[in-house]
């Protein structure tokens, strides 16, 4: 097409680029990702299935909702919280702020676990304390929570901060002249206008929960059928070489992936239609 | 240079944007191409400067009679003025304007101080000395249309296009600029053509109107022609400042508000006038505006001179006699 | 006088907000600096000093540096492509872009491990040309790529997607070619965003953990990356020394972080 030859690249040297683009991607996305399959079958059905009913995979499995469920509740609690307070309010340290939420981002998993051992490990500020009252954080559940908590806690904020940001406060405002309570005001209101970018962020947090491998390494202690996640298992599973088994894990978390990744381009495709609607000049 | 357009047709998909458009523009005018929005005049400027192809096997461009319609945007030696600058932002106004002269192969590159001083030269034609440093967020509307200007002259193009050049600048703005590209066009003598959809600008400003509608050409002449002489009842509507009168089963019938006489209800000459009753008035400036009703329904937009509305001394409500030159469609 | 305010809630959101960040991230961040602000200069300067610790630090460093510029090189191609050209398949690979994400690193890592293994898919064919692909340097770059090239993307892409092709067109009736179009136009005003997004890639790249320690062997003195350091001087219980080291990655991480805040302040400045 000789039209489009003002602003774009000749046919050769856009056949070079896109097939560049695709080896790139092939290398390193849906090979990997093929390899967790491919090595999970190798030994067939029967096992990749047994390697999941196994008691200790089961409970693994267990652990990892549970530390799903209550990180993704808090940091969502956390997350509207901190985006109305940011971007509804102008108030002293405002910027100072914003950056404190997107810390855990820059910090490594491994210090993320390493921290709590300073607070309530046997040598931790609290370590006397919680010995002697026999409450046990590191290398038990509450430990694998915190920890899950730490690196997962910037997800909804980061997604929700520069949504609210771009809509402006008018139509809250207008429901306040129209006399709504501020409880109303978000449910009614806001939360409409907000619905995808939370869901989306809800769903980044939980695939982040489910598949920390780093900071729930330090705290948890690796006690098999008690305090491993599924990750963790997986890197058990691996270092006794029982690969395919270790694979079969795996696919659940690839799994969970795809589906993340699945749902975020719905959530997308919704959201780009509804602005469409909005304002039919775009 | 002039321009000679010849038989341009233009579809996208199955759109049809231009259909067998032909124009001269001689050499050294300034020609305006007028037309609402989707009436195709931007894209033929697009297709003028080589940014948009004609069909294929259609339709011939020349510059001086050299046909250009196969040489690229990049040779074609056209300044193109965009609608909203297109400014390079991480470059000063001073780079910006020396883009077109910096990126000529080695052997036609002026040296460094040719730059300089054609820049300098620029920024003195466009009355921009003193901000060759500024980046163009650090300017106004106005001054960055007269940079991206200067950034299109720097290259010595054989023509100017322009695309809606006041149509991103306040009303004010507007007017003072409009004022300068005319006596600036009158200083450089460049073949010029710009789009707009304001026919006061076309009017004012142009030495030959191209009047555009759905692809296709309406109506090209010198601005007093085409508003004395529409050929057409939308280059009528189109030019605006019209009164509409359309009867029951009859053509429509255009008459302009200074082409009404409002005389003293007493002077009513049942032949040549038609009784109405004022139901608008507004008298600040020279030039006075009310609206008046007719018998069967129909409001008139009326101009005359302070001078005359003072002396018939008229009054919301009031009776008059308008007596009106009416034009059909022609 | 207090401010008054229209919007209900300021109250609630900010006490709530200062005393959930402070309990998840602040008070623990705390206790790690204390822990390492208690040793001396001398203790500091000695465990800083060792040699497994500079072994470890000029990988980890380097490292993450090779994978960011890789990533940058990548991701500017993969933006380009995907923003720029429409093709079968185009959107399937925007989506997956995000793939490393979502995907747990410790999946990641054996999955990249099993690759690049020497009886791996791909470690297999560059064996045949004499290179190692895991238990080694090159090992840990690859899966720091894997884990930086969507940082790059995602902070092209919306820039990338805001030039508009007028500037383009403006540069083209200037007479300017597609190649100086690229480089004098486009690569300035993308300058920033690859910036940032280098240093993204950059800033992960320093703390990954799970994707690289299958791949790279934990040989200490060779394959040993800063974070893997830390995990062993806690299993061997030297507390003081995890602190330090912890302390120094943090202090670099967060330097870094404040630089992508002043080129986001630029960026935003220049858009303006």
Same mark, same amino acid.
């Given at each position: 097409? =000789?039209?489009?030859?003002?602003?774009?690249?000749?046919?050769?040297?856009?056949?070079?680029?896109?097939?560049?683009?695709?080896?790139?991607?092939?290398?390193?996305?849906?090979?990997?990702?093929?390899?967790?399959?491919?090595?999970?079958?190798?030994?067939?059905?029967?096992?990749?299935?047994?390697?999941?009913?196994?008691?200790?995979?089961?409970?693994?499995? =267990?652990?990892?909702?549970?530390?799903?469920?209550?990180?993704?509740?808090?940091?969502?609690?956390?997350?509207?919280?901190?985006?109305?307070?940011?971007?509804?309010?102008?108030?002293?340290?405002?910027?100072?702020?914003?950056?404190?939420?997107?810390?855990?981002?820059?910090?490594?998993?491994?210090?993320?676990?390493?921290?709590?051992?300073?607070?309530?490990?046997?040598?931790?500020?609290?370590?006397?304390?919680?010995?002697?009252?026999?409450?046990?954080?590191?290398?038990?559940?509450?430990?694998?929570?915190?920890?899950?908590?730490?690196?997962?806690?910037?997800?909804?904020?980061?997604?929700?901060?520069?949504?609210?940001?771009?809509?402006?406060?008018?139509?809250?405002?207008?429901?306040?002249?129209?006399?709504?309570?501020?409880?109303?005001?978000?449910?009614?209101?806001?939360?409409?206008?907000?619905?995808?970018?939370?869901?989306? !962020?809800?769903?980044?947090?939980?695939?982040?929960?489910?598949?920390?491998?780093?900071?729930?390494?330090?705290?948890?202690?690796?006690?098999?059928? =008690?305090?491993?996640?599924?990750?963790?298992?997986?890197?058990?599973?691996?270092?006794?070489?029982?690969?395919?088994?270790?694979?079969?894990?795996?696919?659940?978390?690839?799994?969970?992936?795809?589906?993340?990744? !699945?749902?975020?381009?719905?959530?997308?495709?919704?959201? =780009?239609?509804?602005?469409?609607?909005?304002?039919?000049?775009? | 240079?002039?321009?000679?357009?010849?038989?341009?047709?233009?579809?996208?998909? %199955?759109?049809?944007?231009?259909?067998?458009?032909?124009?001269?523009?001689?050499?050294?005018?300034?020609?305006?191409?007028?037309?609402?929005?989707?009436?195709?005049?931007?894209?033929?400027?697009?297709?003028?400067?080589?940014?948009?192809?004609?069909?294929?096997?259609?339709?011939?461009?020349?510059?001086?009679?050299?046909?250009? %319609?196969?040489? $690229?945007?990049?040779?074609?030696?056209?300044?193109?003025?965009?609608?909203?600058?297109?400014?390079?932002?991480?470059?000063?106004?001073?780079?910006?304007?020396?883009?077109?002269?910096?990126?000529?192969?080695?052997?036609?590159?002026?040296?460094?101080?040719?730059?300089? %001083?054609?820049?300098?030269?620029?920024?003195?034609?466009?009355?921009?000395?003193?901000?060759?440093?500024?980046? $163009?967020?650090?300017?106004?509307?106005?001054?960055?249309?007269?940079? /991206?200007?200067?950034?299109?002259?720097?290259?010595?193009?054989?023509?100017?296009?322009?695309?809606?050049?006041?149509? /991103?600048?306040?009303?004010?703005?507007?007017?003072?600029?409009?004022?300068?590209?005319?006596?600036?066009?009158?200083?450089?003598?460049?073949?010029?053509?710009?789009?707009?959809?304001?026919?006061?600008?076309?009017?004012?400003?142009?030495?030959?109107?191209?009047?555009?509608?759905?692809?296709?050409?309406?109506?090209?002449?010198?601005?007093?022609?085409?508003?004395?002489?529409?050929? %057409?009842?939308?280059?009528?509507?189109?030019?605006?400042?019209?009164?509409?009168?359309?009867?029951?089963?009859?053509?429509?019938?255009?008459?302009?508000?200074?082409?009404?006489?409002?005389?003293?209800?007493?002077?009513?000459?049942?032949?040549?006038?038609?009784?109405?009753?004022?139901?608008?008035?507004?008298?600040?400036?020279?030039?006075?505006?009310?609206?008046?009703?007719?018998?069967?329904?129909?409001?008139?937009?009326?101009?005359?001179?302070?001078?005359?509305?003072?002396?018939?001394?008229?009054?919301?409500?009031?009776?008059?006699?308008?007596?009106?030159?009416?034009?059909?469609?022609? | 006088?207090?401010?008054?305010?229209?919007?209900?809630?300021?109250?609630?959101?900010?006490?709530?907000?200062?005393?959930?960040?402070?309990? @998840?991230?602040?008070?623990?961040?705390?206790? *790690?600096?204390?822990?390492?602000?208690?040793?001396?200069?001398?203790?500091? #300067?000695? @465990?800083?000093?060792?040699?497994? +610790?500079?072994?470890?630090?000029?990988?980890?460093?380097?490292?993450?540096? &090779?994978?960011?510029?890789?990533?940058?090189?990548?991701?500017?191609?993969?933006?380009?492509?995907? +923003?720029?050209?429409?093709?079968?398949?185009?959107?399937?690979?925007?989506?997956?872009?995000?793939?490393?994400?979502?995907?747990?690193? &410790? +999946?990641?890592?054996?999955?990249?491990?099993?690759?690049?293994?020497?009886?791996?898919?791909?470690?297999?064919?560059?064996?045949?040309?004499? #290179?190692?692909?895991?238990?080694?340097?090159?090992?840990? +770059?690859?899966?720091?790529?894997? @884990?930086?090239?969507?940082?790059?993307?995602?902070?092209?892409?919306?820039?990338?997607?805001?030039?508009?092709?007028?500037?383009?067109?403006?540069?083209?009736?200037?007479?300017?070619?597609?190649?100086?179009?690229?480089?004098?136009?486009?690569?300035?005003?993308? *300058?920033?965003?690859?910036?940032?997004?280098?240093?993204?890639?950059?800033?992960? &790249?320093?703390?990954?953990?799970?994707?690289?320690?299958?791949?790279?062997?934990?040989?200490?003195?060779?394959?040993?990356?800063?974070?893997?350091? @830390?995990?062993?001087? *806690?299993?061997?219980?030297?507390?003081?020394?995890?602190?330090?080291?912890?302390?120094?990655?943090?202090?670099?991480?967060?330097?870094?972080?404040? *630089?992508?805040?002043?080129?986001?302040?630029?960026?935003?400045?220049?858009?303006?």
């Amino acid at each position: 097409m =000789k039209g489009n030859s003002v602003t774009s690249e000749s046919h050769a040297v856009r056949f070079i680029l896109i097939t560049c683009t695709m080896c790139f991607l092939a290398l390193f996305l849906f090979l990997p990702l093929a390899a967790v399959f491919a090595e999970a079958l190798r030994k067939g059905w029967e096992l990749f299935f047994a390697s999941l009913h196994e008691e200790v995979a089961l409970s693994a499995i =267990k652990l990892t909702l549970i530390t799903a469920a209550i990180s993704v509740i808090a940091n969502t609690i956390f997350g509207v919280s901190a985006s109305w307070l940011i971007t509804k309010f102008s108030f002293r340290g405002r910027s100072l702020l914003l950056t404190l939420i997107d810390l855990p981002f820059a910090v490594s998993p491994i210090i993320a676990g390493l921290v709590w051992i300073f607070l309530f490990g046997s040598k931790g500020w609290f370590g006397p304390w919680l010995t002697e009252h026999q409450i046990q954080i590191i290398f038990a559940l509450p430990g694998i929570i915190i920890a899950t908590l730490f690196v997962t806690f910037p997800f909804v904020a980061r997604e929700l901060i520069p949504l609210m940001e771009s809509q402006s406060n008018d139509q809250e405002e207008a429901a306040i002249t129209l006399g709504a309570s501020g409880w109303q005001v978000f449910l009614r209101v806001t939360l409409p206008n907000i619905k995808w970018g939370l869901l989306y !962020g809800i769903l980044l947090c939980n695939a982040r929960a489910m598949g920390e491998f780093g900071a729930v390494s330090v705290v948890s202690g690796h006690i098999r059928g =008690k305090t491993n996640t599924l990750p963790l298992h997986i890197e058990v599973l691996y270092n006794e070489y029982q690969f395919s088994a270790a694979f079969a894990c795996a696919t659940l978390l690839a799994l969970l992936a795809l589906v993340t990744l !699945g749902l975020k381009s719905l959530v997308e495709g919704i959201q =780009k239609s509804e602005t469409k609607d909005r304002n039919p000049l775009h | 240079m002039s321009i000679s357009i010849h038989s341009i047709h233009k579809h996208f998909g %199955s759109y049809s944007a231009l259909e067998d458009i032909s124009l001269e523009i001689p050499n050294g005018s300034l020609t305006a191409l007028l037309g609402p929005s989707g009436s195709g005049k931007t894209t033929l400027l697009r297709i003028v400067a080589g940014l948009e192809f004609p069909d294929e096997g259609a339709g011939i461009i020349r510059f001086h009679g050299q046909n250009v %319609s196969n040489i $690229p945007v990049v040779k074609r030696g056209v300044g193109f003025v965009f609608q909203h600058y297109a400014l390079f932002r991480h470059m000063t106004v001073a780079q910006n304007i020396a883009f077109g002269l910096t990126v000529l192969p080695k052997k036609h590159r002026p040296s460094r101080g040719e730059i300089r %001083s054609r820049v300098n030269e620029l920024l003195d034609l466009v009355k921009l000395e003193g901000l060759a440093k500024r980046r $163009p967020d650090q300017l106004s509307g106005g001054q960055r249309q007269r940079v /991206a200007l200067a950034r299109a002259l720097a290259i010595r193009p054989k023509v100017l296009l322009l695309d809606e050049p006041f149509g /991103a600048l306040d009303a004010q703005v507007r007017k003072e600029l409009r004022r300068w590209l005319r006596q600036f066009h009158d200083e450089i003598g460049l073949t010029t053509l710009f789009v707009t959809h304001d026919q006061e600008e076309a009017l004012e400003l142009a030495d030959q109107v191209v009047v555009m509608r759905n692809a296709r050409i309406e109506q090209v002449g010198k601005p007093q022609d085409v508003y004395d002489h529409p050929r %057409s009842p939308f280059v009528y509507e189109f030019l605006g400042n019209v009164n509409k009168v359309q009867r029951h089963g009859s053509e429509p019938q255009y008459v302009r508000p200074h082409e009404i006489e409002v005389l003293f209800a007493a002077e009513y000459e049942p032949a040549t006038d038609q009784l109405a009753r004022v139901t608008h008035l507004f008298s600040a400036g020279p030039v006075a505006s009310l609206t008046v009703r007719l018998p069967d329904g129909y409001f008139l937009d009326v101009q005359l001179s302070r001078k005359q509305l003072d002396e018939l001394a008229l009054g919301i409500g009031d009776e008059v006699a308008v007596r009106m030159r009416i034009h059909g469609a022609a | 006088m207090p401010k008054r305010r229209v919007i209900p809630g300021f109250g609630l959101t900010l006490g709530f907000t200062i005393s959930y960040l402070s309990l @998840i991230i602040l008070i623990p961040l705390a206790a *790690l600096f204390i822990k390492a602000a208690g040793l001396s200069w001398s203790e500091w #300067i000695e @465990i800083l000093g060792s040699r497994r +610790v500079i072994a470890a630090a000029e990988l980890t460093f380097g490292a993450s540096f &090779a994978a960011a510029i890789i990533s940058t090189l990548f991701g500017l191609l993969v933006t380009w492509v995907l +923003v720029r050209y429409r093709f079968p398949g185009r959107r399937l690979l925007d989506a997956m872009v995000d793939l490393p994400f979502a995907l747990p690193t &410790a +999946v990641a890592g054996i999955t990249l491990t099993t690759i690049y293994a020497p009886n791996g898919w791909i470690g297999e064919f560059l064996g045949h040309w004499g #290179i190692r692909s895991s238990y080694s340097p090159l090992g840990v +770059v690859i899966a720091l790529t894997f @884990i930086g090239f969507p940082f790059v993307v995602r902070t092209l892409q919306p820039v990338m997607d805001e030039l508009g092709k007028e500037i383009e067109e403006a540069a083209a009736t200037l007479g300017a070619n597609r190649w100086i179009i690229f480089y004098r136009v486009i690569l300035p005003l993308l *300058l920033p965003a690859l910036t940032t997004g280098f240093t993204l890639a950059f800033a992960r &790249a320093i703390g990954e953990y799970g994707s690289v320690i299958f791949i790279s062997g934990n040989l200490p003195m060779k394959t040993e990356i800063l974070p893997l350091l @830390i995990v062993s001087q *806690l299993e061997q219980l030297k507390y003081s020394a995890a602190a330090v080291i912890a302390s120094s990655m943090l202090i670099i991480s967060f330097l870094l972080l404040f *630089l992508i805040n002043l080129l986001q302040h630029q960026l935003n400045w220049q858009k303006h």
